[in-house]
């Protein structure tokens, strides 16, 4: 079994690689880079080869590959989250503008009913007054 790296990468092209061919041809395109000159080259004699033809069986093999690759790489998006203050913010604003009103109307009511009792009189010095108090006393 030869183990020469361009070797491997054509073995797994054609599908006859084992599980630990694979980990080690992985390993390799790891650890080299996109412009190295050796697989550059091997890629460039590839596509020569095809002459810009390939049949659908290859193209369909490939594709299903890409997706495998894409669909185990990349993580799920996350749902989007809901968020409660959110949602309920708005109406619990409404409700807390409701209250608000609701005792500050109250609060004016008392006061202003407190206020219709309360009166002041003036009189001049040495001036008497007689007044009759809402409860009916007179002073």
């Known amino acids: ?5 361009i070797n ?6 054609n599908g006859a690689t084992s599980a630990e061919e694979e980990r080690t041809l992985t390993e390799w395109l790891r650890d080299k880079s996109e412009s190295d000159p050796e697989l550059a080259e091997y890629y460039r ?3 020569a080869a095809t002459n810009g033809t390939m049949d659908s069986q290859t193209k369909a093999r490939i594709h299903a590959r890409i997706r495998e690759t894409i669909d185990g790489s990349a993580p799920e998006a996350p749902a989007p989250r809901r968020r409660l203050l959110g949602r ?3 109406w619990a604003a409404a409700a807390c503008i409701a209250v608000a009103g609701f005792v500050g ?3 004016y009511a008392q006061i202003s009913a407190r206020q219709a009792h309360l ?6 010095k040495g001036q008497k007054t007689n007044i009759t108090l ?3 006393t007179h002073v």
């Open 1 to 5: 079994m030869n183990n020469d790296p």
């Open 105 to 107: 109307w109250y609060n």
């Open 134 to 136: 809402p409860d009916g």
């Open 88 to 90: 309920l913010l708005p």
């Open 119 to 124: 009166f002041e009189i003036y009189t001049e």
């Open 8 to 13: 491997l990468l054509e073995r797994f092209f």
């Open 45 to 47: 004699s590839k596509w």
